[in-house]
């Protein structure tokens, strides 16, 4: 089994244990849940056959706590749907089961659902049930099945037992030592009861007990070294059949014996179901941020000094061994110098073979015709003896693969941002090897980037659960924290960013952003593969009517690679094609724009038209304002003409402006040699100069209109609006509202009316000729 299969496994117990549907429901509800999904036929819509009774073996509880507690509290959160199955007379023989979650990631076509598990898979997860605790018997014409390790641990509290020895075995590396949770904990109960606890979902109490019972069964011990000062050490929790599978041991004898019958009938584990538990995918069911297993480290692993106390600093992986009866202060850290020039590793002598004293080796394959004939347990994917080189240390003494490339640092790592808690849950045990401030601010921007293009897509109340996903699957497909070797460049060019199949900005591993569907356009183009396939199939069989299957499939994948080859070459053309249409594009662009600026460059270079200076592009600033200067007091001229002139008599018009003109010349003049004797700039002169034009327009506008409406045109025009409006006068409460309304109308008549004349008077004066 490899690392991606028990991170798999591991995610697909926790995700059915865990479900909302359960919240509050009994272990036996929840084991009988995980029973069930490991016994379901994927071939028949992941459904099983079983009974009360038997399915009671299997959770160390009564057929009446079947009957009556554990199916229908899953049919009732909906996970299990169950019908009766009778015989030929009529007589029920058993319950035909459906494990709904599955079936409905099934019929989803998610490979990357946690339940989207395959034969091989439950197949696995089944034999792991049976070895642990499964209920043994004898079929027909077949070696009989051993009764599991807790089989004889029946009545209150077993199914809890059950289900902790389950989650604890699938988060152990392959030495055996459980990952213990980080953060603080209880300190009247310890680190290993709060580990414990958080599997489970319990209090540290409760975890307390099932670790005490865990242990008088002889399936977990419980290790607490003693240092130099006398205090107790650390203490780490092993999975005694684990590390004895993988050859971990010695261990010390257990009381009862009943670890030796469990596992008498099974061998090597390293090649079969347990056999990679080496590297584990974490999963937040610790609550926390996570922790290396200390694997093979004897002084340094997770601990709980006197009692559960928090972490301390954390020291490197080739830290001296302090030895228990040395002379030393007893301070952490402290070493003995060990043999030649380097210093010996802690616990370096843990792996000496020693007396077993009657613990067997586990295994989930007894022979060949075992369900794990799909895993190839006859090759182990680690040759101990050889095979893939030990991964060592740096004073070259072997290196416990849980401190390898995917160890997290035991430092204090602060947890994720807030906003990002979510988002980065599912890969908490590598946001935890981030030490440096730097890596973290890096990593968080990455996020919080990313995570804003995928809410352009999902908005923002999705976006968090989608990004979250996304890192769980690619965290899945790496095999687990153990994989990651480097953790900021992993999580942000791996883990975040999206990795469309097809060209919809949507797709992200042939999964909808939007929807959390398959991708239609990733689905056309499977689906145009498998015609083009079935075409070609087609057109074989039709040319080769007398050939052999063999032949046939030989051709047709002659004609299907040079079918894709032809298209590729398509392609190729086709892209060429657009490539040297987007170089004539940029060409014809670069040409206009060249164009454009040399025009530009010759406009500019023409000089001043009023005074010749060079470069000013035909008016330079001050000659511009001069003349704008010169515009405006025309303006002003013919808005005092109409104004106060006969617009019926030429030579008054005339008179009128003349004066007007010679007035605001005067004016301007003045203020000019004013700044001129201060020292101002040609440019400033014009500027003051077409200011003081602006304002005189606009105020002989201002008189003009106050005039005209005074005048005979405008009065009438506003009585005739304020007799108007007294004809429904009615219309109002009193008669003081409808004058005060008649009033305004009569006003607004008057303005619109002098606005009229004056735009009128101004038109005719401009084009030199009275009425």
């Given amino acids: 089994m490899t690392g991606t299969m028990r991170g798999r496994l591991l995610g697909a117990v926790r995700a059915l244990v865990d479900d909302p549907a359960l919240s509050g429901a009994l272990d036996s509800v929840r084991l009988g849940a995980v029973v069930l999904m490991a016994k379901a036929d994927a071939r028949r819509e992941f459904r099983t056959s079983i009974w009360a009774e038997e399915l009671g073996r299997w959770l160390g509880v009564s057929r009446s706590s079947v009957a009556h507690t554990v199916l229908p509290r899953l049919k009732s959160a909906k996970l299990l749907t169950s019908k009766v199955v009778t015989n030929d007379k009529g007589h029920p023989t058993g319950l035909d089961c459906r494990i709904v979650p599955m079936h409905g990631a099934q019929q989803a076509g998610d490979r990357r659902h946690p339940l989207a598990l395959s034969r091989q898979e439950l197949a696995v997860l089944l034999r792991l049930c049976e070895v642990l605790f499964g209920p043994g018997w004898a079929p027909k014409d077949k070696a009989p099945v051993p009764a599991g390790m807790l089989a004889g641990r029946t009545g209150r509290g077993a199914a809890t037992d059950r289900l902790g020895l389950l989650l604890m075995v699938l988060s152990t590396g392959k030495r055996g030592w459980l990952q213990l949770c980080p953060g603080s904990v209880d300190t009247s109960r310890g680190r290993p009861a709060a580990t414990v606890a958080r599997l489970l979902g319990c209090t540290p109490e409760a975890g307390a007990k099932v670790l005490g019972r865990l242990r008088e069964h002889g399936v977990v011990d419980v290790v607490r070294r003693e240092t130099a000062s006398g205090l107790h050490h650390k203490a780490r929790v092993r999975l005694l059949p684990v590390a004895e599978a993988h050859g971990r041991g010695p261990f010390p004898a257990v009381p009862g014996g009943g670890l030796a019958r469990a596992m008498s009938d099974f061998s090597d584990l390293a090649g079969t179901a347990l056999g990679d538990l080496e590297t584990i995918q974490q999963t937040p069911a610790h609550g926390g941020t996570g922790q290396a297993p200390a694997e093979d480290m004897g002084a340094s692993g997770a601990a709980d000094l006197a009692g559960g106390a928090q972490h301390h600093a954390g020291h490197t992986s080739v830290a001296d061994e302090v030895s228990g009866t040395s002379a030393g ?4 850290g402290e070493g003995r110098p060990g043999s030649g020039d380097r210093p010996e590793r802690a616990c370096a002598h843990e792996d000496e073979p020693a007396d077993h004293r009657g613990v067997r080796r586990l295994t989930l394959v007894a022979d060949a015709g075992d369900p794990l004939r799909g895993e190839q347990p006859a090759h182990s994917p680690v040759d101990e003896q050889g095979g893939k080189p030990t991964r060592t240390g740096a004073s070259g003494s072997p290196r416990a693969d849980g401190l390898g490339r995917g160890a997290v640092r035991q430092g204090r790592v602060p947890r994720p941002p807030r906003d990002l808690e979510a988002v980065l849950a599912p890969v908490e045990l590598v946001w935890a090897r981030l030490d440096r401030p730097g890596a973290r601010s890096r990593v968080a921007a990455a996020v919080r980037a990313e995570l804003a293009e995928v809410a352009g897509h999902t908005g923002p109340g999705c976006a968090s659960g989608v990004l979250a996903r996304r890192l769980a699957r690619r965290l899945t497909e790496q095999g687990g924290p153990a ?11 791996r883990g975040l960013p999206r990795r469309p199949d097809c060209a919809d900005v949507r797709c992200d591993d042939g999964l909808r952003l939007d929807t959390g569907g398959p991708c239609e356009t990733c689905e056309y183009r499977i689906a145009d593969r498998r015609a083009m396939r079935r075409r070609i199939e087609a057109e074989v ?46 060409a014809a662009v670069a040409r206009v724009r060249a164009e454009a600026e040399a025009a530009e ?16 592009s035909g008016l330079c600033t001050a000659c511009a304002n001069w003349r704008s200067a010169e515009a405006e007091i025309r303006e002003a001229a013919l808005t005092a003409a109409a104004a106060h002139a006969d617009p019926d008599s030429r030579s008054d018009v005339e008179r009128v402006v003349a004066h007007a003109e010679s007035a605001l010349r005067r004016e ?9 004797a201060e020292g101002a700039t040609p440019e400033a002169v014009a500027l003051l100069a077409r200011l003081i034009t602006e304002t005189a327009v606009c105020e002989g506008r201002r008189s003009a209109l106050a005039l005209l409406a005074q005048g005979e045109v ?12 007294m004809r429904g006068a009615h219309r109002y409460r009193t008669r003081a509202d409808a004058e005060r309304a008649a009033g305004e109308a009569a006003e607004q008549a008057r303005e619109r009316t002098a606005r009229h004349l004056l735009s009128k008077r101004l038109a005719v004066l401009r084009a030199g000729a009275p009425r």
């Fill in 329 to 332: 202060l007893g301070f952490s």
């Fill in 483 to 493: 994989e990651v070797r480097d953790a900021v460049g992993w999580l942000i060019r």
């Fill in 541 to 586: 069989g039709a040319g080769m009517p007398g050939a052999s299957p063999a032949e046939r499939r030989v051709a047709v994948e002659e004609r299907l690679a040079a079918a894709v080859a032809r298209e590729a070459e398509q392609a190729r053309v086709r892209h060429a094609r657009a490539a040297a249409e987007r170089a004539a594009r940029r």
């Fill in 601 to 616: 460059r010759a406009r500019r270079a023409v000089p001043c038209a009023g005074c010749g200076a060079p470069d000013a």
């Fill in 668 to 676: 301007v003049d003045e203020a000019s040699a004013r700044v001129r």
């Fill in 714 to 725: 405008a009065s009438a025009e506003a009585d005739l609006a304020f007799a108007a409006r």
